[in-house]
């Protein structure tokens, strides 16, 4: 089977597609995916997924792309969710650099107030410390931060269970660290060469983010699709949905993509990732 770390079922742009979408996801087949709200306006919609379909596990958190529009409320919310589902988790959370210097009409962050870095990791230490109360695994976003977060979360308790950092892209040099907190990292397949034929050794975009999985400790390896964002390339996409869109059942483009990397056998890199999605997410 295969197991989806982190993405987005309850997206609005995913919306067309949710009749066919449990169809071709039990053809994979799909054992388990970790459905993430970002915003309190869709934590309901992840619910309703997560109830109408046992392979969710929901999760629920305040991007920090949305930590600008929170609500007053929006913390015992949070809380209500978690105490009425024991299998949920808390994410996605975490801090963006990225979303400070972006151009003022980028459309993906329309109509958001973009929170400082300080207010950002305000919001994301209140989310973590309601993890470890419950031991809930956390999801983690960073961009062009991962210094900044690597020192933070050195700093602060975590859950014993550990936390998983979607689609790694920081620093190698910063990988040991962060894996001694307990870190599991996921492999998104917009990572992959823009062929299956390219040796993952030669030069593309990626390259070097791809490079790092093979220095992750093997027992802390997870992939992920973040569907419908972050679509593979072409020649690795399982069933396109449209250019800029990535199909949930791309989780198979992900497992492949990481057996390469790791020079494995396909089915024994599954049993891998699956032994370590349940450490992580039960």
Same mark, same amino acid.
């Given at each position: 089977?295969?197991?989806?770390?982190?993405?987005?079922?309850?997206?609005?742009?995913?919306?067309?597609? +949710?009749? =066919?979408? *449990?169809? %071709?996801?039990?053809?994979?087949? /799909?054992?388990? &995916?970790?459905?993430?709200?970002?915003? $309190?306006?869709?934590?309901?919609?992840?619910?309703?997924?997560?109830?109408?379909?046992?392979?969710?596990?929901?999760?629920?958190?305040?991007?920090?792309?949305?930590?600008?529009?929170?609500?007053?409320?929006?913390?015992?919310?949070?809380?209500?969710?978690?105490?009425?589902?024991?299998?949920?988790?808390?994410?996605?959370?975490?801090?963006?650099?990225?979303? +400070?210097? =972006?151009? *003022?009409? %980028?459309?993906?962050?329309?109509? /958001?107030?973009? &929170?400082?870095?300080?207010?950002?990791? $305000?919001?994301?230490?209140?989310?973590?410390?309601?993890?470890?109360?419950?031991?809930?695994?956390?999801?983690?976003?960073?961009?062009?931060?991962?210094?900044?977060?690597?020192?933070?979360?050195?700093?602060?308790?975590?859950?014993?269970?550990?936390?998983?950092?979607?689609?790694?892209?920081?620093?190698?040099?910063?990988?040991?660290?962060?894996?001694?907190?307990?870190?599991?990292?996921?492999?998104?397949?917009?990572?992959?060469?823009?062929?299956?034929?390219?040796?993952?050794?030669?030069?593309?975009?990626?390259?070097?983010?791809?490079?790092?999985?093979?220095?992750?400790?093997?027992?802390?390896?997870?992939?992920?699709?973040?569907?419908?964002?972050?679509?593979?390339?072409?020649?690795?996409?399982?069933?396109?949905?449209?250019?800029?869109?990535?199909?949930?059942?791309?989780?198979?483009?992900?497992?492949?993509?990481?057996?390469?990397?790791?020079?494995?056998?396909?089915?024994?890199?599954?049993?891998?990732?699956?032994?370590?999605?349940?450490?992580?997410?039960?």
């Amino acid at each position: 089977m295969y197991f989806d770390a982190h993405n987005h079922l309850q997206d609005d742009a995913l919306a067309p597609h +949710l009749a =066919a979408l *449990p169809r %071709d996801l039990a053809a994979l087949p /799909l054992g388990a &995916a970790v459905v993430n709200g970002t915003c $309190e306006e869709d934590w309901d919609r992840v619910a309703t997924l997560a109830a109408r379909h046992p392979w969710i596990i929901p999760s629920y958190g305040l991007h920090p792309w949305d930590a600008g529009n929170r609500t007053e409320g929006w913390f015992p919310k949070l809380r209500a969710r978690l105490d009425a589902d024991p299998r949920a988790a808390v994410g996605e959370i975490g801090i963006d650099r990225w979303m +400070l210097g =972006a151009r *003022p009409d %980028d459309p993906r962050l329309a109509g /958001l107030r973009r &929170a400082e870095l300080p207010e950002q990791g $305000e919001v994301m230490l209140k989310q973590l410390a309601l993890a470890c109360s419950a031991d809930r695994p956390v999801t983690l976003h960073c961009i062009q931060a991962w210094g900044t977060l690597c020192e933070i979360l050195e700093r602060v308790n975590l859950p014993a269970r550990g936390f998983l950092l979607h689609a790694y892209a920081g620093p190698a040099e910063l990988i040991p660290r962060f894996a001694a907190l307990g870190a599991y990292f996921s492999l998104n397949p917009a990572f992959l060469p823009p062929a299956k034929s390219n040796p993952i050794g030669y030069s593309f975009p990626k390259a070097a983010v791809l490079q790092n999985f093979k220095i992750i400790p093997k027992d802390r390896l997870l992939v992920e699709t973040d569907a419908p964002a972050m679509p593979p390339p072409p020649a690795w996409q399982t069933r396109p949905l449209t250019d800029h869109l990535s199909h949930p059942a791309n989780i198979v483009a992900a497992t492949e993509g990481l057996a390469t990397v790791l020079e494995l056998p396909l089915d024994e890199t599954r049993a891998l990732v699956a032994e370590n999605f349940h450490r992580l997410f039960g």
